[in-house]
């Protein structure tokens, strides 16, 4: 995909979604924190449901670090790898406090020194919490980022570089809800809705499902 076919590709989920919002609930940059790394491998909507309770218990990292990994595991058993997450939830708590007075730190190297925050997971905060044009490359975006042709790439790192080259300055801030909504709610991992797709004609996928399938019969399938 060239970058004039990539910018319309991205401008047209722009215009279909002005004001795209994390779908992850939080009311500050160390909630938000906090919710993005327990998404990790669960669903924003699993999140959302242990996280309330969460944050009625801890709403700061000295609350946090306080209930520590065997205070917090009760209110996030019902997501996966919550063991470890608990723990990562307390250190990085512990973190805050020692190196940032508290605060969630507005650097890229300071966010991936905490325990369990990556590139996807800063990016994630960089962009949402401190409003800067940070693409952070997630399962559903990987995965458009090579179908589509938007930007290929056989790692995270690449597609993210690529989005970068490929979209407009002035809608990369915006660019990375944009994609991960596309991709959770359209651009399907199991089968893509390319009928209902908004950008479908900059796309190049070659097997765009262009009609819904039968109930109870095979996929109905045409290459565009």
């Not at 508290?102 to 190297?109: F, I, K, S």
């Not at 952070?136 to 090579?146: E, K, Q, S």
Request: with cysteine; aromatic share 6%.
């Amino acid at each position: 995909m060239d970058a004039a076919q990539a910018a319309a590709f991205i401008r047209a989920l722009a215009e279909a979604n002005p004001l795209p919002r994390s779908e992850l609930a939080h009311q500050d940059p160390f909630e938000l924190l906090v919710a993005v790394v327990l998404s990790a491998q669960a669903t924003d909507a699993a999140v959302n449901r242990c996280t309330p309770a969460l944050f009625a218990a801890a709403p700061d990292p000295a609350a946090m670090a306080a209930l520590g990994e065997a205070g917090i595991a009760p209110f996030i058993r019902s997501i996966g790898l919550w063991q470890g997450k608990a723990r990562n939830l307390a250190a990085l708590s512990r973190l805050l406090l020692e190196r940032h007075g508290g605060q969630v730190p507005r650097d890229r190297a300071a966010l991936e020194a905490l325990p369990g925050v990556g590139r996807k997971t800063a990016n994630v905060v960089l962009n949402v919490a401190f409003g800067e044009d940070a693409m952070a490359v997630d399962t559903h975006i990987f995965r458009l980022g090579n179908r589509t042709g938007l930007a290929p790439g056989r790692t995270p790192r690449e597609v993210e570089d690529g989005l970068v080259a490929q979209c407009p300055p002035e809608l990369l801030r915006d660019a990375h809800h944009w994609l991960i909504l596309h991709g959770r709610y359209v651009c399907k991992a199991r089968m893509p809705e390319c009928w209902r797709c908004v950008a479908l004609r900059f796309c190049s996928y070659s097997s765009k499902v262009l009609a819904l399938p039968a109930a109870g019969g095979p996929k109905s399938r045409r290459t565009a």
